[in-house]
């Protein structure tokens, strides 16, 4: 699971940068950002349970979610 938040966060901070820049149209980018930004948080709240912490687990799992939603939003609807 280590390996899989290394890659999430390198994936998160390059498209960041990529659609900064405008290298990348910041539609695409952000997209991309925001839902590996999401996976990172979905993966941190499995720690959360896994460690039995109860409050972490909700919190960061609602936040993902909003996450996941504002992209959809932005992709669909925006």
Do not use: P, Q, W
């Amino acid at each position: 699971m280590k390996i899989a938040k290394i890659i999430l966060s390198i994936i998160t901070m390059l498209f960041a940068t990529l659609g900064l820049v405008k290298i990348l149209s910041f539609d695409i980018a952000n997209t991309i950002m925001l839902v590996s930004l999401a996976t990172l948080l979905l993966l941190r709240s499995v720690e959360y349970k896994n460690n039995r912490d109860k409050g972490g687990f909700i919190i960061t799992c609602l936040t993902a979610v909003f996450v996941y939603v504002v992209v959809i939003y932005n992709v669909f609807i925006g």
